[in-house]
């Protein structure tokens, strides 16, 4: 009578951990030693509050532009803190809160204002404060992460002036840029401590003042080595080499903010390739918002989704 065949040999629970653990000491050579590259996330597209306001008569309530946000299909809310009229109570944070989760929102982020740019040691204390303050109430809000400003020497009559002469305004006098981003600095690590215990990454935006270029806002961020600070960038507010700016401080990018401009805009008007942006911000692994700032002086109601139709094209 032929014996039977042979069947697979089964392996002992001692064999399996035997073999997995001498697999995982072979050494890693070639491509198996790098790292697999993060996928990139799909972009998710906010609007700041701003858009539906621009300082133009009245404000308009941030609870009806969350609606607004929620209604034409964006996924996030920025919120311009000046937008709330000082009505920043708890009660009214949380039911912000509460009201943009209940629409499948995230409160994506939280445009503060603040000026370090002055001799004054008092002045600036003063804005220190007031940024101190503008963190806890991003904290309490669950916004992770706060624009912030430089501030500007002032020199300007008015905003009207400042734009005029494309930003740029004259020091004051008996005092000099180098000053300026000293007291920017020193300002910008007090305020650090409590943006790392209430989790908030500050974004400094290039926003006039020193803050007007690329190189300004990098020698600030780059002296301060935190991570967190880091960069808003504001695709409207480099009036010359557009893209070449926005390279350099994309990587250190913790939020975008979108211009459109559809109408012209009040002080200028940008032909801004978002094509081209978003190939800068996919060279740099970008994985934040981007939040759309409508500047244009057509109504909000017909260019803030018409934006949204054209930021998703050019991003797709």
Not at 182 to 211: D, F, M, Q, T, Y
Not at 234 to 252: C, H, K, R, S, V
Request: proline share 7%; with cysteine.
């Amino acid at each position: 009578m032929p014996l039977p065949t042979a069947g697979p040999a089964r392996l002992s629970r001692r064999d399996l951990l035997a073999a997995a653990a001498a697999t995982a000491a072979l050494p890693l050579t070639g491509s198996a030693a790098e790292p697999a590259p993060r996928p990139l996330r799909p972009v998710r597209f906010g609007v700041s509050t701003y858009s539906f306001w621009q300082f133009r008569a009245e404000p308009a309530p941030i609870e009806r532009c969350i609606d607004e946000a929620a209604r034409m299909g964006f996924d996030g809310v920025e919120i311009l803190q000046v937008q709330m009229m000082g009505e920043e109570s708890n009660g009214r944070l949380q039911k912000l809160k509460r009201q943009a989760h209940s629409l499948g929102l995230a409160l994506c982020g939280f445009s503060t204002h603040q000026g370090f740019v002055s001799p004054d040691p008092a002045v600036r204390q003063e804005n220190i404060d007031k940024t101190l303050h503008s963190i806890d109430l991003a904290s309490r809000l669950g916004i992770p992460t706060m624009r912030v400003n430089t501030g500007r020497w002032g020199t300007s009559k008015n905003f009207d002036e400042l734009m005029a002469n494309r930003g740029i305004e004259p020091r004051l006098p008996g005092h000099t840029d180098e000053e300026g981003f000293g007291w920017v600095i020193e300002s910008l690590e007090k305020c650090l401590p409590r943006a790392e215990e209430c989790g908030v990454v500050l974004g400094l935006e290039n926003h006039w003042g020193l803050g007007r270029t690329a190189a300004g806002v990098m020698r600030i961020v780059n002296a301060i080595d935190s991570p967190w600070l880091k960069t808003t960038l504001d695709t409207g507010n480099f009036l010359d080499d557009m893209y070449p700016q926005m390279e350099q401080i994309a990587p250190d990018a913790c939020l975008v903010q979108a211009k459109t401009y559809y109408g012209g805009g009040k002080w200028y008007t940008l032909e801004i390739d978002y094509s081209r942006v978003a190939e800068i911000l996919r060279e740099v692994g970008y994985q934040g918002w981007v939040s759309l700032e409508f500047e244009g002086k057509d109504d909000p109601a017909e260019a803030v989704p018409k934006s949204l139709a054209m930021l998703k094209e050019a991003f797709a």
